[in-house]
Structures are given as C-alpha cells and as structure tokens.
C-alpha cells in the first residue's frame, strides 16, 4: 500500500527555520513528482511546492519563493522541504502528496509559528 | 492568482443529489481539462476523488461524478449517504508558475 508519512513538525518562532520530512512507501518513489500542500487549521487548502523526480525541476508558490526548498533524496525514498524566516501565516498542517493528481496524501505534520 | 470560487456550504438529505459548483477563469478551469475534485473528513488527509474533470480513481463510489462548463466545474453526489457528510474541495491546474490553485472549499452537510 502506497503510504507517505511526513514529520519534522512543530513550535518555532518567528524568523526561525524548520525542515519537514516525508518518508514513502510502497510505490517507486523515483518515478513520481512531489508535492507539498498546507492547510491552515480549519481553513482551505493551499499548494506549496513542487519536485520531479529527477531533481531538475522545482516549482514554488510565491507566498514561499525565496525562503522554502524542496528536496528528495530517491535513496531514503524521502522527500524534505526546508524551511525559512517562517511567519505566523506559515502557521498550517503541511501535507506530502504524490504525483500532479494529488492521489496520495500524507497524515499532515503541523508547524506552528510563535513566540 | 486567486483561489477558485465554491459555496462555503451544501446540503441535502439521504439519497438526494447535491452539486456542488467551483468558478474560476479562463486561466485555469477554463484553460486545461485539469480540474480535480477532493473530499477531506474533519482531522484527516483530503482523498482524490475526481481527476481531470469527470475521471474516478479506483474505489471511488460511481455516486460521485465531475463536469465542466467553461469556467465552472462541478461535483455531483448523487444518492448522497451520511459518510459523504464532509469538506469537498475543487482545485485546477493554472499555469506553469503558480501551478495549482484550490477553492475555499465546500462543507456538505447530510440533513
């Protein structure tokens, strides 16, 4: 069964730097595009950024541009996004979801930005 | 690029039909048949359930269906049952920079 579960979440404040994993499993991690989406609690979806597989291409949302990366490691089957002079608009679950379909999701890894 | 535009809420009451409307721009819903529809319960992950406008992924009921008309698609769930009570939100392919945009998203409520 495909899975995605992502972790790195949590409390950090303003200005600071957090990075998010999103480790898969049981599909051919290597052969997809990747994704990450957030969701402010109670709110709606937003998407954040993209990767190919091959790690040539990445597409941001410019709400992020500048201050978030997207990366994949296809031998730990793992997927980061590195974060940066996060602000309390940054505050939302982050999601990890396969392909341009969206047809996989993760369980979500909250990140909270306060002092 | 702004969000797609969806009722905040739907209704309906057990084996009723409720559609469920999402309007954007010539710029994504009406520019590329790359309209995807997905259902989120309270405290879980959303779940594909339309892609490319009126295609089901495998195990998702044929009581959910997808359409399109210009710059408005639609989710129609037809013989609605309560686990269908939930969010419903519609997303588009809007170009190569911005990429993907939702809409606000749809609670529907079964009655």
């Known amino acids: 069964d495909v899975q995605l579960v992502e972790s790195g979440g949590g409390l950090v404040q303003p200005g600071g730097s957090l990075r998010l994993s999103c480790a898969a499993s049981?599909?051919?991690?290597?052969?997809?595009?990747m994704h990450w989406v957030r969701q402010v609690p109670g709110k709606g979806l937003v998407w954040v950024s993209r990767?190919?597989?091959?790690?040539?291409?990445?597409t941001y949302a410019d709400s992020v541009k500048g201050r978030f990366t997207v990366s994949r490691d296809n031998t730990k089957n793992t997927l980061y996004l590195q974060m940066s002079s996060l602000s309390a608009e940054d505050t939302a679950v982050y999601y990890c979801?396969?392909?341009?379909?969206?047809?996989?999701w993760g369980q979500g890894t909250l990140v909270t930005v306060s002092s | 690029q702004s969000a797609l535009t969806q009722p905040p809420s739907a209704s309906g009451s057990p084996g009723q039909s409720v559609a469920i409307s999402c309007t954007g721009t010539?710029?994504?819903?009406?520019?590329?048949?790359?309209v995807f529809w997905f259902q989120q319960h309270p405290g879980k992950a959303p779940k594909l359930l339309i892609y490319?406008?009126?295609k089901r992924p495998s195990g998702v009921p044929d009581r959910f269906s997808g359409s399109k008309s210009g710059n408005t698609a639609s989710l129609t769930v037809s013989g609605l049952q309560a686990e269908d009570e939930a969010d419903y939100y519609c997303?588009?392919?809007?170009?190569?920079?911005?990429?993907?945009?939702f809409g606000g998203g749809t609670k529907l409520t079964v009655l």
């Open positions: 979801t396969r392909s341009d379909w969206f047809d996989y």
């Open positions: 049981g599909f051919t991690f290597s052969s997809y595009w």
């Open positions: 990767i190919n597989s091959a790690e040539t291409s990445r």
């Open positions: 010539s710029s994504d819903i009406g520019g590329y048949d790359a």
């Open positions: 490319e406008v009126s």
């Open positions: 997303s588009s392919y809007a170009g190569s920079s911005n990429f993907r945009i």
